[in-house]
């Protein structure tokens, strides 16, 4: 009989460190008044409860015939950090004795061992939402959209035992994922902190814990901690409390009978549990009987891990609780017909089929509203979940109820396992549909590619279809062959013959451009464009990339989305797949293409257009069905073999000498080096194979070799094992995706910096830039390689067009002669002095020091011929002289344009550099707030100084000669100062000012 009785509000206390409140001890009363009588045992139909066990598993009495632990008390005294538990005191009203023995096997005393696995085969208690713990996890379904995943499953749980239990808890609030990656970590021992949390949650107490952030009474929980408002109010209710020191000790880990303890107390079963041989025999019995182990994997006495407590919680919320109903004298428990997830959280639970969306409904009338979801005649808010996708299955179902309006919103929804049949055939799969309309349809496929035979499925000659999305009758047995796409047959009601069936009929699209303004969505392959406007009350769409809806913001270039459209055009689903193969096509057969070492063969898709042939390299894109549906060609690929597709200058070719059978050629680099590199012993040149190297010497000519733009791969040695040369397709300038091609080949090209073209060749900071001078022959010295910073403004150049792609962008330009050397948008450069000094090869240069953009630069010239003042001019560059310069690809200054001669510092100017850019020189012979008056030989003009960065330079100073000052520097010329001001006006915006003394 028990000793005690517990008024249960919410009092859940941990033993061993979460203690027991003292707060919810009520006085004692006379053993003959509590009415639980040692005859009555947990029914099913939720009355009374004893101690004696269900027939199915035979527990011995844990208990003696007082009601106390049939074990010995030997606990110590508390320690710092741990609180122990509470010890049985009939003369101080405190609870009865409970049994502080290690819970460690199913032994004589009645405890049993978790660890080896406790038979659960009890009689079920009788909630009206029960069963929820003996659900099975369900196989993946085939959904009637093309996406199989849930969007609230973490991805470290997902087919693991606790995957339905830590779905609804995530859906719950209870137990979620990490934040920054979603991870649930199963495996992961619970912290104390983690575990008020869920006893707070459990219970419905979360808005109060949220009220209750930013506070704490615990010196080693910060006020920031991300679990203060749980763990006042755990503390509070005498859920989780402190230790005997003071402190909570938020990271330690919790027992898994400590867990159970929290869990059973939280259920009101506190009183039966010490009546059972308390903490913690009696709790671990209780929850046995209960089925609250169901499905746990841990030891009692050990840490519990988050996959047990998800698992635990979980088959807690739909268990009776049990509740004091008599009170004075008559004080009595009962097992009461309320759960923790329908009377504390407010959530129901339900079976049933969805049978209409927004979207569309099974018997073809009018769709709900959106965000709507129709189950059974009953309709939900969809809230977070993906329940739309379950269109036709029969779910299992949790849903919120609001208590002001009793609107239900699902919070998480899954298919019965055990209550739908699906068939997926994937469009190749899909051998042969016959039968006449308004008859049984015979459905032939292949379920297997394996298989020696093909599988017949029967569809009922009353099937509703979804075709693309949205009800459709008449649907054809050619409807059922889609060229792309799938169809997927649904058995709801296990009869063997398939009532429902979603047909989808795939159209690719790869992402080129997005616009987040329109919701328009380019294909790159001209295949036309989608637009998803979330303001249009027309037509409604949904993007799902790996399970989840997505919007058009976190669409990347090259995503394949295969998207269905419906017959009336007002319903868009797209599916977006990222998976791509980067590598090289190593084998074709009908089957498909592998790619490197693939294990798969992917077929081409019908929507890319290109040919795939073998030794094509690049990033291969697979579309959802895993099909090639685009190509970029211009990808690195990295198979370990070095095939990346390597550009570079041929200026020569012979064979080694003596017995050597391999060739040598003379290339000038994308990286803007000479070499000299070894061929392998059997070399491809373009598409053919096994060549000898002097066979290809030959045929470029040998000695008479033109000097020509080349693609080139290498072996691991460095060896070159391939040479292709361009295609010549200048006659039509059109692109030529797929070969190596020239495109176009045309003088006086004038560049746009705004647009970023070449005329109308688009010029990319991937575009590789040749300066091949047309004097400079095979003398390499005289070749560089440039970047789009170093083309100027309206400048013509002399260009050589490679590799055009279909956008118009250019992989490749080769520049023989140009206008222009520096750009005129970029900064000038205000000499101070040079160096000699050598490059990384030891050969001989010049390093030039000066101030740039405001700030003192240093700067490595290409070689000694580069900082001279002009051709025909031997003079170097002097200090005071003002420039402006380019660089190589290598940072190397190969080319200079002299702004301000500091030799004729005499003679004043305004100079017309380009249509953009004047340079002035000249007196100030007044100031202004934000402007000067400059004479130039006698014609005075206005300018503004704005924000414009200004330098001084004293030729009478040593050192230091050079400065950056402001506006308020500048000096006006007069007879004993005679100070000048250089200007340098970009699109008539004075930009930088250089004072001159």
Not at 93 to 108: E, H, I, K
Not at 467 to 488: D, Q
């Amino acid at each position: 009989m028990l000793k005690r009785c517990i008024s249960l509000l919410i009092a859940v206390c941990l033993i061993s460190g979460f203690g027991i409140s003292a707060a919810f001890a009520e006085e004692p009363v006379d053993e003959a008044s509590v009415y639980l009588e040692e005859s009555q045992s947990v029914s099913g139909d939720g009355e009374g409860y004893g101690p004696a066990a269900p027939e199915a598993v035979t527990v011995p009495e844990p208990t003696s015939s007082t009601g106390k632990s049939a074990g010995t008390n030997t606990a110590s005294p508390s320690t710092a950090g741990t609180v122990s538990p509470a010890s049985s005191d009939a003369n101080t009203g405190s609870l009865p004795q409970v049994n502080r023995q290690s819970f460690d096997g199913t032994n004589a005393d009645g405890t049993l061992n978790a660890a080896d696995g406790i038979n659960t085969n009890l009689i079920e208690n009788s909630s009206k939402y029960n069963g929820m713990a003996s659900l099975p996890i369900p196989e993946q379904p085939a959904l009637s959209r093309y996406s199989t995943s849930r969007i609230t499953v973490a991805p470290d749980i997902a087919g693991t035992q606790y995957e339905e239990a830590a779905e609804l808890l995530g859906a719950l609030g209870i137990m979620v994922g990490d934040a920054e990656d979603g991870a649930f970590r199963p495996s992961d021992p619970i912290i104390r902190s983690e575990m008020a949390k869920v006893a707070v949650y459990s219970v419905g107490l979360e808005d109060i814990a949220k009220s209750s952030m930013g506070t704490t009474r615990f010196p080693d929980v910060p006020v920031d901690h991300w679990a203060t408002g749980a763990i006042n109010v755990a503390d509070q209710q005498g859920m989780v409390i402190g230790d005997d020191v003071g402190t909570f000790r938020p990271n330690d880990n919790v027992l898994l009978q400590e867990a159970v303890t929290i869990i059973v107390r939280a259920m009101g079963y506190e009183p039966a549990a010490e009546d059972k041989g308390g903490y913690p025999s009696g709790y671990m019995y209780i929850a046995s009987s209960n089925q609250l182990l169901r499905g746990l994997s841990g030891s009692a006495a050990e840490p519990a891990t988050r996959g047990d407590i998800a698992q635990l919680v979980f088959n807690a919320l739909t268990v009776n609780l049990m509740e004091q109903v008599g009170f004075g004298t008559n004080v009595s428990y009962e097992v009461v017909d309320k759960t923790l997830l329908y009377d504390k959280l407010n959530v129901e639970k339900g079976y049933g089929q969805i049978t209409g969306t927004a979207e569309t409904a099974l018997d073809g009338g009018s769709t709900t509203d959106e965000d709507r979801i129709v189950i059974d005649k009953k309709q939900f808010l969809e809230g977070d979940t993906n329940a739309k996708q379950y269109l036709g299955y029969n779910v299992l179902y949790y849903a919120r109820i609001d208590k002001t309006t009793d609107e239900k919103t699902l919070i998480d929804v899954r298919p019965q396992s055990n209550k739908n049949k699906t068939i997926t055939a994937n469009s190749d799969d899909i051998v042969n549909v016959t039968g006449d309309s308004g008859q049984n349809k015979s459905f032939e496929y292949w379920a297997n590619r394996d298989d020696r035979t093909t599988k017949t499925a029967t569809i009922a000659a009353d099937a509703v279809y979804i075709y693309n999305g949205k009800y459709k009758t008449g649907v054809t047995n050619e409807a059922l062959k889609p060229t792309s796409g799938n169809v997927i047959l649904l058995d709801a009601d296990t009869n063997g013959i398939y009532e429902i069936v979603f047909v989808n009929h795939f159209t690719n699209l790869v992402v080129d451009t997005v616009s987040t303004v329109t919701g328009r969505v380019t294909d790159k392959y001209m295949n036309g464009s989608l637009v998803f406007d979330e303001e249009s009350t027309d037509v409604m769409y949904s993007l799902v990339k790996d399970g989840a809806e997505i919007g058009i913001e976190d669409l990347k270039e090259w995503n394949v989305i295969s998207y269905t459209i419906s017959d009336d055009k007002t319903l868009i689903k797209g599916y977006v797949s990222d998976a791509s193969i980067n590598g090289m096509v190593t084998e074709a057969t009908e089957e498909g293409f592998r790619i490197g070492n693939s294990k798969e063969l992917h077929k081409k898709a019908d929507s890319y257009p290109n040919e795939i042939q073998l030794r094509d390299k690049g990033t291969f894109y697979l579309d959802i069905e895993g099909k090639i549906a685009a190509v970029d060609t211009n990808a690195n690929v990295n198979n370990g073999e070095n095939l990346n597709k390597k550009y570079a200058y041929l200026v020569g070719a012979a064979m080694n000498d003596g017995f050597d059978t391999t060739a040598q050629f003379k290339i000038f680099t994308m990286s803007g080096e000479t070499q000299i590199l070894n061929s392998g012993t059997k070399m491809r040149l373009n598409d053919k194979y096994g060549m000898e190297p002097k066979t290809v010497v030959d045929t470029l000519g040998g000695a008479g070799l033109t000097p020509q733009l080349i693609v080139y791969e290498t072996n691991s040695s460095d060896n070159i094992t391939a040479i292709e040369t361009a295609k010549d397709n200048t006659s039509t300038g059109a692109p030529n995706v797929g070969e190596f091609t020239m495109n176009i080949k045309k003088d006086a090209m004038v560049y746009k910096s705004a647009s970023g073209k070449l005329d109308n060749v688009a010029i990319t900071d991937d575009t590789v830039i040749f300066d091949i001078p047309k004097d400079a022959a095979t003398d390499t010295d005289k070749y560089s390689i440039r970047n789009k910073a170093t083309l100027s403004n309206d400048s013509e150049y002399n260009a050589i067009v490679y590799d055009l792609q279909e956008n118009y962008t250019a992989n490749v330009v080769i520049i023989t002669s140009s206008a222009g050397v520096t750009a005129p948008e970029s900064s000038i450069l205000v000499v101070d002095y040079i160096s000699a000094t050598q490059n990384e090869e030891y050969e001989d240069t010049d390093r030039l020091y000066g101030w740039q953009d405001g700030k003192e630069i240093n700067l490595l010239a290409a070689d000694k011929s580069i900082l001279l003042k002009g051709e025909g001019n031997d003079t170097p560059l002097a200090k005071g002289d003002i420039i402006q310069y380019r660089t190589n690809i290598k940072g190397e200054i190969d080319g200079i344009n002299v702004l301000f001669d500091i030799s004729e510092k005499e003679t004043e100017f305004i100079e017309d550099v380009t249509t953009e850019l004047t340079t002035v020189y000249g007196k100030v012979t007044k100031k202004f707030s934000g402007s000067v008056n400059m004479s130039v030989n006698d014609a005075v003009h206005n300018y503004a100084t704005g924000d414009a960065t200004v330098y001084l330079y004293d030729s009478a100073r040593n050192k230091g000669s050079i400065q950056v000052v402001s506006p308020a520097d500048i000096e006006i010329y007069e007879e004993g100062n005679e100070a000048r001001l250089f200007l340098k006006i970009y699109d008539d915006v004075v930009q930088e000012m250089v004072i001159i003394k």
